[in-house]
């Protein structure tokens, strides 16, 4: 596959499999398939997204003409042969799920209805948990084997080269951010439990969007499987407390809004579609977020891995405009999105469908979701030498920043206990996925120190895009806790111009010999590999 990029889930597991050697990264996660009356909500699993009595069916999202929700939409619905799921009031769109056939072209004549995506998961490959994966005599490493932390850090802090290169400590030394500052982590779930991010989330502000309907049951998204949202959470705001690692704005709070299933006998695990992303866009509006991490891309639903939205196919052109009224939405709320560009090492600025052979339909532009709908801030990723990482996506108009996302292929030559050290280091739940799949690699580290309930703090070495945007989130957070609230395009402007400019690699770049080797076009400070350059925490709370 060399044009987008599959589920965070899948693409952790794969590179566990083979020694994190060929990392795939973005972020999918399920939309229920059954039908569910308003306002049902979904719990992130299989129970609680089918209600007794209801017919299974399709799910929709729709969006209106004037970007209001008109009184009369259950009505509309109802008419068209479906029931109203949600409604997305900040953007002005609903959620509806039928199972006619005629359902989406009915809906589609109705007066004042703009656009109907239908959303529905199909044939995603199961991800086994690879836990017959580790090599005998595999350990956890512990952090007394290497020098003390540094910097006034945590334990683990020296395994943290990605702060020191964007400089996190010495800006910590001046701001650890506000807690007037939320930051959504719209992904897994978080682990609340995790001791380094006890007391961080905001449980108020919290939910699962799991299925397109919101849950703020604390059983929803207060927990990981996964282990995705606990790891970027852990980056952006792990506490200093003497435990385990530290995160760039440790003084911000945090939000979990949980979007992709975790159920591991669902078809769909791990995948995040279109409607519980804006789910989620709604939630961060309605409950004031400053920023939100999409540590994600949406996947389209049609594919094991499917990551592009093309114009050509009218489902999905629905979709790209209610996801980019979405991100609209959030701007004009003064809601800034960071996401990810993913990790299968390709030019998104040159998606395209294939054009027909016999004429009768020419190529159509595509699109990587939501980082390539404006303005969201897009991330981009590199390792220990700041070069981009062997996985990363670039392209221009896609990559506004680049942020460590670690590279397996260059280690931190100053931790020599693991070849993971080049990878990201940050916390993770003790039975996830992504902390029993570390340990194919060599992966685990653990803080036994401050044991919680008899158990060491748990974290894991992990590469990909999404371990760089929460970097850049980080960051974000931090100059929102000195400036107060700012629209997306200002606070990117000041993201810019603190930037490391980073020059091009010579050309053909290949590190990973893909086979498909790469072409750095632009000056340092603005090229299509790393945007403006590396984010700098340091400069840009100066």
């Given at each position: 596959m060399?044009?987008?990029?599959?589920?965070?889930?899948?693409?952790?597991?794969?590179?566990?499999?083979?020694?994190?050697?060929s990392?795939?990264e973005?972020?999918?996660?399920?939309?229920?398939?059954a039908?569910?009356?308003?306002?049902?909500?979904?719990?992130?699993?299989?129970?609680g997204?089918?209600?007794?009595?209801?017919a299974?069916?399709?799910?929709?999202?729709?969006?209106?003409?004037?970007?209001?929700?008109?009184?009369?939409?259950?009505?509309?619905v109802?008419?068209?042969?479906?029931?109203?799921?949600?409604?997305?009031?900040?953007?002005?769109?609903?959620?509806a799920?039928?199972?006619?056939a005629?359902?989406?072209?009915?809906?589609?004549?109705?007066?004042g209805?703009?656009g109907?995506?239908?959303?529905?998961?199909?044939?995603?490959?199961?991800?086994d948990l690879?836990?017959?994966?580790?090599?005998?005599g595999?350990?956890?490493?512990?952090?007394a084997?290497?020098?003390?932390p540094s910097?006034?850090g945590?334990?683990?802090?020296?395994?943290?080269?990605d702060?020191?290169?964007?400089?996190?400590?010495?800006?910590?030394?001046?701001?650890?951010g506000?807690?007037?500052?939320?930051?959504?982590?719209?992904?897994s779930?978080?682990?609340?439990?995790?001791?380094?991010?006890?007391?961080?989330?905001?449980?108020?502000a919290?939910?699962?969007?799991?299925g397109?309907?919101?849950?703020a049951?604390?059983?929803?998204w207060?927990?990981?499987?996964?282990?995705?949202?606990?790891?970027?959470a852990?980056?952006i705001?792990?506490s200093?407390?003497g435990?385990?690692?530290?995160?760039?704005?440790?003084?911000?709070r945090?939000?979990?809004?949980?979007v992709?299933?975790?159920?591991?006998?669902?078809?769909?695990?791990g995948?995040?579609?279109?409607?519980?992303?804006?789910c989620?866009?709604?939630w961060?509006?309605?409950?004031?977020?400053?920023?939100?991490?999409?540590?994600?891309?949406?996947?389209?639903?049609?594919?094991?891995i499917?990551?592009?939205?093309?114009?050509?196919?009218?489902?999905?052109?629905?979709?790209?405009?209610i996801?980019?009224?979405?991100?609209?939405?959030?701007?004009?709320?003064?809601?800034?999105?960071?996401?990810?560009?993913?990790?299968?090492?390709?030019?998104l600025?040159?998606?395209?469908?294939?054009?027909?052979?016999?004429?009768?339909?020419p190529?159509?532009p595509?699109?990587?979701?939501p980082?390539?709908?404006?303005?969201?801030?897009?991330?981009?990723?590199?390792?220990?030498?700041?070069?981009l990482?062997?996985?990363?996506n670039?392209?221009?108009?896609?990559?506004?920043?680049a942020?460590?996302?670690?590279?397996?292929?260059?280690?931190?030559?100053?931790?020599t206990?693991?070849?993971?050290?080049?990878?990201?280091?940050a916390?993770?739940?003790?039975?996830?996925?992504?902390?029993?799949?570390?340990?194919?690699y060599?992966?685990?580290v653990?803080?036994?120190?401050?044991?919680?309930?008899?158990?060491c703090?748990?974290?894991?070495?992990?590469?990909?895009?999404?371990q760089?945007?929460?970097?850049?989130?980080?960051?974000?957070?931090?100059?929102?806790?000195?400036?107060?609230?700012?629209a997306?395009?200002?606070?990117?402007a000041?993201l810019?111009?603190?930037?490391t400019?980073?020059?091009?690699?010579?050309?053909?770049?290949?590190p990973?010999?893909?086979?498909?080797?790469?072409?750095?076009d632009?000056?340092?400070?603005?090229?299509?590999?790393?945007?403006?350059?590396?984010?700098?925490?340091?400069?840009?709370?100066?």
């Open positions: 060399a044009h987008s990029d599959r589920s965070w889930l899948g693409k952790v597991v794969f590179v566990a499999l083979l020694g994190c050697g990392c795939r973005g972020a999918s996660g399920a939309s229920a398939s039908l569910q009356p308003e306002p049902a909500a979904s719990s992130g699993g299989k129970e997204r089918t209600k007794p009595g209801v299974p069916g399709s799910s929709f999202l729709v969006s209106f003409s004037d970007g209001i929700v008109p009184a009369n939409a259950e009505e509309l109802s008419s068209a042969g479906g029931i109203l799921a949600a409604r997305y009031p900040a953007i002005g769109a609903i959620l799920r039928s199972s006619s005629t359902f989406a072209t009915t809906l589609r004549e109705a007066a209805v703009e109907v995506g239908a959303i529905e998961a199909a044939a995603h490959s199961r991800i690879p836990l017959s994966k580790a090599g005998p595999r350990r956890p490493r512990p952090p084997q290497m020098p003390p910097r006034g945590d334990p683990l802090s020296f395994r943290q080269w702060m020191d290169q964007i400089h996190a400590p010495e800006a910590r030394a001046i701001s650890t506000r807690k007037a500052v939320l930051v959504g982590v719209v992904d779930g978080i682990d609340v439990t995790h001791p380094d991010l006890a007391g961080q989330v905001d449980a108020a919290s939910a699962s969007c799991v397109g309907v919101p849950n049951t604390p059983k929803a207060a927990s990981d499987v996964i282990g995705h949202g606990t790891h970027v852990g980056t705001a792990a200093k407390n435990v385990g690692i530290v995160g760039v704005a440790p003084g911000v945090l939000a979990s809004v949980k992709a299933i975790d159920d591991v006998d669902d078809p769909s695990f995948l995040v579609l279109p409607d519980a992303f804006v989620a866009v709604d961060a509006i309605t409950h004031d977020f400053d920023l939100i991490n999409a540590s994600l891309t949406i996947d389209p639903f049609t594919a094991p499917d990551d592009i939205f093309c114009n050509d196919e009218p489902d999905r052109a629905a979709v790209v405009s996801v980019r009224r979405a991100v609209l939405a959030a701007a004009r709320n003064k809601v800034t999105i960071v996401a990810a560009s993913g990790n299968f090492f390709t030019d600025a040159s998606l395209a469908s294939p054009a027909r052979k016999d004429g009768s339909r190529g159509s595509c699109r990587v979701l980082v390539q709908l404006p303005p969201v801030i897009g991330v981009s990723a590199v390792g220990y030498t700041q070069a990482s062997f996985y990363s670039y392209g221009s108009g896609a990559i506004d920043l942020g460590p996302g670690g590279d397996s292929l260059i280690p931190d030559p100053l931790v206990d693991t070849p993971a050290s080049g990878q990201v280091l916390s993770v739940p003790p039975e996830s996925l992504y902390y029993l799949a570390a340990a194919a060599d992966g685990q653990q803080d036994c120190a401050a044991r919680t309930a008899g158990a703090a748990t974290y894991a070495y992990l590469q990909g895009v999404s760089a945007v929460p970097h850049v989130t980080g960051v974000a957070a931090l100059v929102l806790s000195r400036s107060g609230k700012l997306p395009e200002a606070l990117l000041k810019r111009q603190s930037a400019a980073l020059p091009c690699p010579p050309s053909p770049y290949d990973g010999g893909w086979g498909q080797p790469a072409t750095c632009g000056p340092a400070a603005h090229n299509n590999f790393y945007g403006a350059g590396e984010i700098d925490a340091l400069a840009a709370v100066r």
